[in-house]
């Protein structure tokens, strides 16, 4: 069914062939040109040519008019990566929504097209942590090491609450360790059992929507607690943080599950960018939820840090 949609789609534009969507090149210049236009009909055109050349083809027309929308400066101006990025991923379903783009045959391992199908289909993990740079901060001191945990810890996604207890386990680890990949597989055990610790006399090491850093580790380590609170902590910090305040509940509501797992996960910058978006996007777009608290004294411009 979706080749036929999209055969018969690509019928209708070659009759249309004067029209921009229909003639121009496939590339970010021809994007941009087409987009000028503000027209939907355009971006879709343009978009199903783009879906041929990717090897791919539609299976719901109407969400790729939605889409469209959200590229040709009617509720959005993203760019021509950011849309080949969201036809590729459409192919994915999710318990949210059908996959509305599908690829003409599998896309086989290391080869260049469907475009960038690694890089938009793979989320990012978390670093490596080196083990040459653990080795020299240990025969670097306490203070390297501490420095080094510090790190550690924010890349887990967590927030060390006591500099003391920080102390005495890098002096710990100082008397005990020599630096090896298994002194810093048993380092990075200890650093887990004190944050899943459910005493709080031990539990010196915090994650969670409360103390997670504003940042891709901090939002990793959320999405994977899997817990709808915990999101919603975080995200309240991510707008306080950067001064805005929500007005309608009940559009983070539906705005959650892109976000915690539930129908996506995203990125942190990708988070901040449809916060801030939400104030000026008009709400038959989806924005209109969020506006800036002009009574919060913090600085003029937006930031992603906590």
């Given at each position: 069914?979706?080749?036929?949609e999209s055969?018969?789609l690509?019928?209708?534009?070659?009759?249309?062939?004067?029209?921009?969507?229909?003639?121009?090149v496939l590339n970010s210049e021809?994007?941009?040109?087409?987009?000028?236009l503000?027209?939907r009909?355009?971006?879709?055109a343009?978009?199903?040519r783009l879906l041929r050349s990717?090897a791919?083809?539609?299976?719901?027309?109407p969400?790729?008019k939605?889409?469209?929308?959200?590229?040709?400066g009617?509720c959005?101006?993203?760019s021509f990566?950011?849309?080949?990025?969201?036809?590729?991923?459409?192919?994915?379903?999710?318990?949210c929504?059908?996959?509305?783009?599908?690829?003409?045959?599998?896309?086989?391992?290391g080869s260049?097209?469907p475009?960038?199908?690694?890089q938009?289909?793979?989320w990012?993990e978390s670093?490596e942590?080196s083990?040459l740079?653990?080795e020299?901060?240990?025969h670097?001191?306490?203070?390297?090491?501490?420095?080094?945990?510090?790190?550690?810890?924010?890349?887990?996604?967590g927030k060390?609450?006591?500099s003391?207890r920080?102390s005495?386990?890098?002096?710990?680890?100082?008397?005990t360790?020599?630096?090896?990949d298994?002194d810093?597989k048993?380092?990075?055990r200890?650093?887990?059992?004190?944050s899943?610790s459910e005493e709080?006399?031990l539990a010196?090491i915090k994650?969670?929507?409360d103390y997670?850093?504003?940042?891709d580790?901090?939002?990793?380590?959320?999405?994977?607690?899997?817990s709808q609170?915990e999101?919603?902590?975080?995200i309240r910090r991510v707008l306080?943080?950067?001064?805005?305040?929500i007005?309608?509940?009940?559009?983070l509501d539906?705005?959650?599950p892109?976000?915690?797992?539930t129908c996506?996960?995203q990125?942190y910058s990708?988070?901040?960018s449809?916060?801030q978006a939400?104030?000026?996007?008009?709400?038959c777009?989806?924005g209109g939820w969020?506006?800036?608290d002009e009574?919060?004294p913090?600085?003029s411009t937006?930031?992603?840090?906590?």
């Amino acid at each position: 069914q979706g080749h036929e949609e999209s055969s018969s789609l690509l019928e209708e534009g070659s009759r249309c062939v004067g029209r921009p969507g229909a003639k121009a090149v496939l590339n970010s210049e021809g994007f941009r040109s087409v987009a000028a236009l503000g027209h939907r009909s355009e971006m879709v055109a343009f978009g199903l040519r783009l879906l041929r050349s990717e090897a791919m083809h539609i299976l719901s027309t109407p969400i790729l008019k939605n889409v469209a929308v959200y590229y040709t400066g009617e509720c959005g101006s993203h760019s021509f990566e950011t849309f080949v990025a969201e036809l590729h991923n459409g192919t994915r379903a999710n318990r949210c929504q059908s996959a509305w783009t599908a690829y003409d045959a599998t896309p086989s391992e290391g080869s260049s097209a469907p475009f960038a199908w690694k890089q938009h289909h793979d989320w990012p993990e978390s670093p490596e942590p080196s083990v040459l740079a653990f080795e020299a901060a240990v025969h670097g001191g306490a203070a390297d090491l501490e420095s080094y945990i510090r790190e550690l810890v924010e890349d887990m996604g967590g927030k060390i609450l006591s500099s003391e207890r920080l102390s005495e386990l890098a002096q710990s680890f100082l008397n005990t360790n020599m630096g090896t990949d298994e002194d810093l597989k048993g380092l990075l055990r200890k650093l887990s059992e004190i944050s899943e610790s459910e005493e709080p006399e031990l539990a010196w090491i915090k994650t969670g929507g409360d103390y997670a850093p504003l940042n891709d580790a901090g939002y990793r380590e959320v999405v994977r607690r899997g817990s709808q609170q915990e999101m919603l902590k975080f995200i309240r910090r991510v707008l306080e943080a950067n001064r805005l305040r929500i007005t309608h509940e009940l559009a983070l509501d539906a705005f959650l599950p892109w976000y915690n797992g539930t129908c996506a996960r995203q990125s942190y910058s990708r988070l901040l960018s449809e916060l801030q978006a939400a104030v000026v996007t008009p709400r038959c777009c989806g924005g209109g939820w969020i506006v800036v608290d002009e009574g919060r004294p913090t600085n003029s411009t937006f930031h992603g840090g906590p």
